[in-house]
């Protein structure tokens, strides 16, 4: 079976950092696409970012360059390094696994694989 595991959340004050790592197993991680995705109470799901086999990166505009995502094959693990976060930020924070290419990286639904969320929290 794939899983996806997700951890780093925590607590930090506004203007703070933080690195998400996300780790995969049970597929051949070099041939999927890989995503951040978060969402708040009451709100949608909202794309972060995402990062194919040859880490190439796609943004929401949101991001403004706080956010990088990279990436290791040779550890099935990616990341997302958080700077300057924000009270807005606060979420839960989850990864996503794509087998398939599409065009709609930022569409929850053009995922086939989530880990369970970690939770970051921004206080001002």
């Known amino acids: 079976a794939v899983e996806v595991a997700e951890s780093g959340g925590g607590s930090v004050q506004a203007g703070g950092s933080l690195r998400l790592s996300c780790i995969v197993s049970?597929?051949?991680?070099?041939?999927?696409?890989m995503a951040w995705f978060r969402q708040s109470p009451g709100k949608e799901r909202e794309a972060i970012g995402y990062?194919?086999?040859?880490?190439?990166?796609k943004y929401a505009d949101f991001v403004k360059d706080r956010f990088v995502m990279s990436r290791d094959n040779a550890k099935n693990t990616h990341y997302l390094q958080m700077n300057n976060l924000q009270p807005e930020d606060t979420a839960t924070y989850y990864c996503?696994?794509?087998?398939?290419?599409?065009?709609?990286?930022?569409?929850?639904?053009?995922?086939?694989?989530w880990g369970q969320g970690t939770q970051v929290t921004v206080s001002s």
């Open positions: 990062i194919d086999w040859a880490s190439k990166t």
């Open positions: 049970g597929y051949d991680y070099i041939h999927l696409g």
């Open positions: 996503a696994a794509r087998t398939t290419w599409s065009p709609y990286w930022d569409d929850p639904g053009r995922y086939d694989f």
